[in-house]
T-cell receptor, first 111, second 115 residues
Framework: EDQVTQSPEALRLQEGESSSLNCSYT??????LFWYRQDPGKGPEFLFT???AGEEKEKERLKATLTKKESFLHITAPKPEDSATYLC????????????FGTGTRLLVSP | DAEITQSPRHKITETGRQVTLACHQT?????MFWYRQDLGHGLRLIHY???????NKGEVSDGYSVSRSNTEDLPLTLESAASSQTSVYFC??????????????FGPGTRLTVL
């Protein structure tokens, strides 16, 4: 069974304090790994898609990396507006576009 | 701008009633999905559709149904609402026909409470 585990569940940072969020996965044939940001009361907002081990993508203060077993979302010099829940999801196997989601990491960045 | 909308945004209903949640997208995407989000479970797939007249069950489909009569809409119906169906429901859509790897874009969600 495909599984996605995110850690930590919650993370509190001071503004400017860089850190990383982890997404470990067990899937049969990874087709894509997705990162989303979710603000309270809103739907998930797409950030990145990674397709193969060694791939990296960046957007502003965020950088996503992928290995054969896990993905990291690095946050460099975060600002309070980066506070949100970050969701990881994988698409695996064949047949259709099912996403399996982790439970997310709640990030709070204090001024 | 193209978008995906859900209505209502909040709904309170009673056990046993039929409830329909609306999802409308203006991207002309082929694929549409319904998820529910609960604490400790993350997002779980309820039903999905690859196009008009196509519907498929996801991992938590019991008690839910969908129908796809046009490209833009995928309404989700709870046939007889139960307290276990209290949740936040998200609709999503993606472009590719068939089995490609494609980004899913989410609506703002509907918070449903079943009393």
């Amino acid at each position: 069974e495909d599984q996605v585990t995110q850690s930590p569940e919650a993370l509190r940072l001071q503004e400017g304090e860089s850190s990383s969020l982890n997404c470990s996965y067990t899937v049969s044939g990874l087709r894509g790994l997705f990162w989303y940001r979710q603000d309270p009361g809103k739907g998930p907002e797409f950030l990145f898609t990674l397709y193969s081990a060694g791939e990296e993508k960046e957007k502003e203060r965020l950088k996503a990396t992928l290995t054969k077993k896990e993905s990291f979302l690095h946050i460099t010099a975060p600002k309070p507006e980066d506070s949100a829940t970050y969701l990881c999801a994988v698409q695996a196997g064949t047949g259709f576009q099912k996403l399996v989601f982790g439970t997310g990491t709640r990030l709070l960045v204090s001024p | 701008d193209a978008e995906i909308t859900q209505s209502p945004r909040h709904k309170i209903t009673e056990t046993g009633r039929q409830v329909t949640l609306a999802c409308h997208q203006t991207w002309n995407h082929n694929n549409m999905f319904w998820y529910r989000q609960d604490l400790g479970h993350g997002l779980r797939l309820i039903h999905y559709s690859y196009g008009v007249q196509d519907t498929n069950k996801g991992e938590v489909s019991d008690g839910y149904s969908v129908s796809r009569s046009n490209t833009e809409d995928l309404p989700l119906t709870l046939e007889s609402a139960a307290s276990s169906q209290t949740s936040v429901y998200f609709c999503a859509s993606s472009e590719s026909a068939g089995f490609g790897t494609d980004t899913q874009y989410f609506g703002p969600g509907t918070r449903l409470t079943v009393l």
